[in-house]
């Protein structure tokens, strides 16, 4: 049996490794526990009220106390799968649109020196501090201007929606991808001039394969912002077969007296489909095309 006087700088030192390690990291986590509680008893809420039949709040706190897919049939019933591809529509010509307009601007403001391109990035930077939602009344009177003369560029068009969202994420997205494209040696552009390489074939062939991250990112960004904008599309699209699932479900709970809560909670489950296999798919991209252009430039 050890003496006490040996038994007690080992204690000591365990208890110090213990303190150490509980002020490093062990306080991490019973707050882990929290944000995770936090953020995950909203989405087990929504998908409670979705397997109840009673489509109500009310029994909010008996969380899967009955089940039932009524709800998830009863979206049969209404134009909800037609939202759902207004919106697929919407929000995927809005990502495709935005990552090819954001990539040729920031390529040419990295690439190119040229009379008021310091005054270009300046007015881009500007701009992109005021949200679009400000400016509301004014694409509202503008697409009324413009429907007079071209109806498919006008109020209740799903082109004029997805205009009005490229305009507005032209300069986030161009400043995001521009430091991204100056991350690139410009070494390579040259080389491929020496070899005969266009311009074209530089940007197309040889660019964009190499910022594929930051593509992803701006296509995710893009298409959650259009998937789950309300206000811009409220105010351009009027009829019922052109809204998109932000502005055809809101319709189902804006009266208190004839809300349908359990079908709006459904329709808010398989709409939080797209996005989610969304980034599952561009998952391993996010990270580095949101820090990797803040190296250089």
């Avoid at 100056?182 to 491929?192: F, G, H, K, L, Q």
């Avoid at 930051?214 to 409220?234: E, M, T, Y």
């Avoid at 079908?263 to 949101?290: D, E, H, N």
Wanted: charged share 10%.
């Amino acid at each position: 049996m050890n003496p006490p006087s040996a038994m007690t700088p080992t204690k000591n030192r365990s208890a110090a490794r213990r303190s150490r390690w509980i002020a490093e990291v062990g306080w991490k986590y019973p707050v882990a526990v929290i944000i995770i509680v936090y953020a995950v008893f909203p989405l087990l809420y929504v998908l409670s009220a979705a397997v109840d039949p009673r489509g109500s709040l009310a029994g909010s706190s008996d969380l899967f106390s009955a089940f039932a897919v009524e709800n998830f049939a009863a979206l049969s019933d209404t134009r909800f799968w037609t939202w759902v591809a207004n919106t697929l529509v919407i929000g995927g010509a809005t990502a495709l649109g935005a990552v090819m307009m954001g990539a040729a601007a920031a390529y040419a403001f990295s690439r190119y020196r040229f009379r008021g391109r310091r005054v270009g990035l300046t007015a881009l930077l500007i701009i992109q501090m005021f949200p679009q939602t400000v400016a509301f009344v004014a694409i509202f009177l503008m697409l009324l201007a413009i429907g007079e003369v071209v109806p498919a560029l006008g109020i209740n068009s799903k082109i004029a929606l997805i205009c009005v969202y490229l305009g507005g994420a032209l300069g986030a997205n161009t400043f995001l991808m521009y430091g991204f494209f100056n991350s690139i040696p410009v070494e390579i552009d040259e080389s491929a001039k020496i070899d005969g390489a266009s311009h074209a074939q530089i940007f197309w062939r040889l660019i964009l394969p190499l910022v594929t991250p930051v593509l992803a990112v701006v296509a995710l960004l893009a298409f959650v912002s259009a998937f789950g904008d309300f206000i811009l599309a409220r105010i351009v699209l009027t009829s019922e077969e052109n809204w998109t699932l932000a502005v055809g479900m809101y319709q189902w709970v804006s009266n208190q007296l004839t809300s349908r809560w359990g079908l709006f909670a459904a329709g808010t489950v398989v709409a939080s489909i797209p996005v989610l296999v969304l980034f599952l798919m561009l998952q391993r991209y996010i990270v580095g095309g949101l820090t990797q252009g803040s190296v250089k430039g």
